[in-house]
């Protein structure tokens, strides 16, 4: 609904209160014409009627359609509406904090006769109930909410940006309402899904953080790495997992963990963790310590993580033209 402006008189009090109205009834007798009358909810408003001699008598009744008695003389039947009478006719009424439920249409009346007839009509931004951040589980279906109220009904439109980036570029999902589905949930969705809702008054926003909980993934950069006797090798690991909540170590086949020493230097880089849900452990065979006896396989493995065990294998092999001879070497050994 919009409150049209137009007639003898346009006034615009208080910004940011949106009060229009047009004197229609005057003292004539002349059939009476709609005045409308624009409101914000809580602020103020003035329905007019303009009353010569007659009001005097406590004759001048208000109602409210369909048949509600408003006031009689200058008694009122409810607390936020008043008279100010600035002068004798003036029988017009304040409404100090405008209710939802006061849109309508009034009528001031001397007896029978019709003094005025205002259409109160209510407006309000959108104003958006709380929200809850969110978690949900990988491969689940989530639901956010965004409830709304507002004088014309707002509309709401999603849209989502990236908590990694300074980027603030908002983009849009293309999905409205006040329910936004989130189907196969992938631990891509972490983001913030930012709800926007506008009506003809105003426009209000409202963040919602989604994470998602996934993990722990471990995966190797190298699942094979060929080097000769001697060579320093370099092996790296890494996890994904929210929430983040255990570690790496990295252990030889038969299960004993690799400790940083004079043989292995283990390079934590727990930089990325609280940002990208991810930490990376590399192990490094320092140079002229790796024996013939250290080529096979080496296990990263996820300690601590409540959510579940992960591993990967990364396997040092001999470069081929040496394999047969080294082959040899081990079989002189043993
Ligand atoms: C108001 O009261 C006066 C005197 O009591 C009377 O003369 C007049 O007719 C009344 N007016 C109305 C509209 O009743
Ligand atoms: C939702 O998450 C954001 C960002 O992490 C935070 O600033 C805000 O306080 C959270 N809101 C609630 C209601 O927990
Ligand atoms: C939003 O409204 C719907 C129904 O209209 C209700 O089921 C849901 O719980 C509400 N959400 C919040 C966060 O209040
Ligand atoms: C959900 O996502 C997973 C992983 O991306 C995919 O394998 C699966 O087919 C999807 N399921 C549906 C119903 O879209
Ligand atoms: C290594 O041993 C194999 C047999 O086990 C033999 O055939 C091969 O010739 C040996 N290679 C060398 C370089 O001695």
Redesign the pocket.
Known sequence: MRCSVGGPRFIQTMSPFLVCFLIGCGFSGVKCKMIEVCAEINAPATLPCKVSNQGLNNSVHWYKKPNILISIGKYFYNTRMSFSQESKEEWDIHIRHVHVDDAGQYTCKVGEKVMAKVNLVVKGPPVIHETHNMTFEEGSTGILWCNVTGFPTPSVRWYWKSPHQSDLTETDSGAEGAKLVLHNITRYYDNIYICKASNSVAANRREIRVHVKFGPDVGVFQETITAIVGQEVKLHCAVEAFPMEGELEWVLENGQQIRAGEKYDIIPDREFVKDFNTQFLSMVIQEGHLGVGDYGKYVCRTKNFARGYNEKTVVIQKPIEDR??V??ITDINV
Request: no cysteine.
């Open positions: 047969e001879n082959e040899n």
